[in-house]
């Protein structure tokens, strides 16, 4: 058999500025949800209620972008995509000014809930309009750019947001973010292109039939317990650091900032080599996560110790996440839009369950080590889903 010596094709490398604007939205999002866990005993002591009741602010998101995600995706279908992003974006500029201006804790929580609303909706149209922009060959690397700017928001959004409310009280990072949504919303309705004329019009039927491959929700319960195994831990890490580490509050952003550099490069490096060995990338995504929260449960009284494993905490737990994303998109076929929706929904059904139990068992005889041994014992929960995908996979 002879062997063709014609060189292929060069691979066209360069993603388009879209994908990278997408990703600052994003940035803007992961902050505003994460930012909370550095600041818990600010604002806990600010409201006068507990720090589990203030993590509520966590669990009420997560559960906002649980019920929102798919439900906007649907409401939201024939609208424009760039409509979509630049309405959600201003509808999370409104509810961050709420928060920082409210001194009621069930309205706080109110306006959280809508900001997830809005912040499901964006991530979902996001990752479908880069997964286009960026085309077949480039779709998994395109969703890790998007989704790393959520990774990066741990790396720069989360650390400089603690360190800021130490200076100005916990409201001005929700005053920033208001400002920065309400300008992102101009450049992105700006530059997102246009939907093409052409095409089968979207339809609230052909992406639900998408859905009937058990496949589909295989991966929605992996992306489901690897949030859930890893926020756990993570929505609770200021008072772990300081109650068993010995670090003072000021050391806390730089601890965050561990996890955030590496949250971003497991997500850039999750959708890199998940787009040739997606299996290989989760199941040992999901083997370190496991080991990296136990030994974390184990050695957190150890300064050295918890910085490392905290930051291999962001790079194994976060690894996953493009790769399940491209793979529920890939066996929804038609239900991109909706496949999307559910995926974010699926990571933040875990983070609520997650920091909902984690907080029982931080007021536990386990104390502040609480969220970290349920986030492992999640986390042993995730090869199962894997388990089966993989059968399926090779039927």
């Avoid at 496949?339 to 997650?354: E, I, K, M």
């Amino acid at each position: 058999m002879a062997i063709s010596t014609v060189p292929a094709a060069p691979v066209k490398t360069r993603l388009p500025l879209v994908i990278y604007l997408l990703g600052a939205g994003t940035f803007l999002m992961g902050t505003t949800e994460f930012v909370v866990a550095g600041i818990l005993p600010e604002i806990a002591a600010d409201l006068g209620t507990s720090v589990a009741d203030a993590g509520l602010m966590i669990t009420v998101f997560a559960i906002g972008m649980i019920v929102g995600t798919p439900l906007m995706a649907i409401l939201t279908l024939k609208l424009p995509r760039r409509t979509t992003l630049g309405l959600t974006l201003l509808v999370f500029a409104a509810g961050h000014v709420l928060v920082a201006t409210s001194t009621s804790f069930t309205v706080i929580l109110g306006a959280r809930f809508i900001t997830a609303l809005a912040t499901g909706a964006f991530w979902a149209v996001a990752a479908v309009v880069a997964a286009k922009a960026a085309g077949p060959a480039a779709g998994s690397r395109a969703l890790g750019i998007v989704l790393g700017g959520g990774m990066l928001a741990n790396v720069l959004g989360v650390p400089l947001g603690t360190f800021a409310a130490q200076l100005t009280g916990w409201r001005g990072p929700f005053w920033a973010l208001a400002a920065l949504a309400v300008l992102g919303a101009v450049v992105v309705y700006r530059r997102v292109a246009p939907d093409p004329g052409t095409g089968p019009a979207p339809s609230v039927r052909a992406e639900l039939a998408s859905l009937r491959d058990g496949r589909v929700w295989l991966v929605l319960a992996g992306a489901a317990i690897v949030c859930g195994s890893s926020l756990a831990a993570y929505s609770f890490i200021a008072p772990l650091l300081t109650h068993n580490t010995g670090m003072a509050a000021s050391a806390i952003p730089l601890v965050l900032l561990c996890y955030g550099i590496g949250a971003i490069i497991g997500s850039y490096l999750g959708g890199l080599f998940g787009a040739h060995r997606p299996f290989t990338v989760l199941f040992t995504a999901a083997t370190m996560t496991f080991l990296v929260l136990g030994a974390l449960a184990l050695l957190s009284h150890e300064p050295v110790a918890t910085v490392v494993l905290v930051a291999l905490l962001g790079l194994f737990g976060m690894a996953t996440n493009p790769v399940l994303i491209g793979k529920a998109v890939a066996y929804a076929d038609r239900a991109t839009t909706l496949a999307s929706a559910l995926s974010t929904s699926a990571f933040n059904f875990g983070t609520a369950v997650g920091s909902w139990i984690a907080g029982f068992a931080l007021e536990s005889a386990l104390g502040v080590t609480g969220p970290v041994v349920v986030g492992t014992a999640i986390a042993a929960l995730y090869f199962v889903p894997l388990g089966l995908l993989l059968v399926r996979e090779r039927r």
